[in-house]
């Protein structure tokens, strides 16, 4: 796929609702699986090694490919 229209569609992907109800409510009823859609977009998107879903405190929520994140320590991006 062309890079303008990757961009443009993990663009409309991070404006989702879903990610944002998520992040707000990890807890929200019914639940999302966030990890679940990431991996979703990402099997779309091969180029993309991991995509990491991050809260307003830089904290990661989920992640596209955990066993890629094994022996790194990726819990808070706040401080990057």
């Known amino acids: 796929r062309k890079i303008c ?3 443009h569609a993990l663009r409309l992907w991070s404006t989702s ?4 109800l ?3 409510n990890p807890n ?3 639940p ?3 990890a679940g859609l990431l991996r979703t977009i990402n099997d779309d998107y091969p180029v ?3 995509i990491l879903l991050l809260n ?3 904290e990661m929520m989920a992640c596209s ?3 890629r994140l094994r022996d790194q320590d990726v819990r808070s991006m706040s401080d990057q």
């Open 32 to 34: 999302i699986d966030a």
């Open 17 to 20: 609702e879903r990610f944002r």
């Open 48 to 50: 993309y090694q991991n």
């Open 22 to 24: 998520y992040v707000s």
């Open 56 to 58: 307003n405190h830089g």
């Open 28 to 30: 929200v009823d019914p």
């Open 65 to 67: 490919r955990p066993k």
């Open 5 to 7: 229209d990757r961009s």
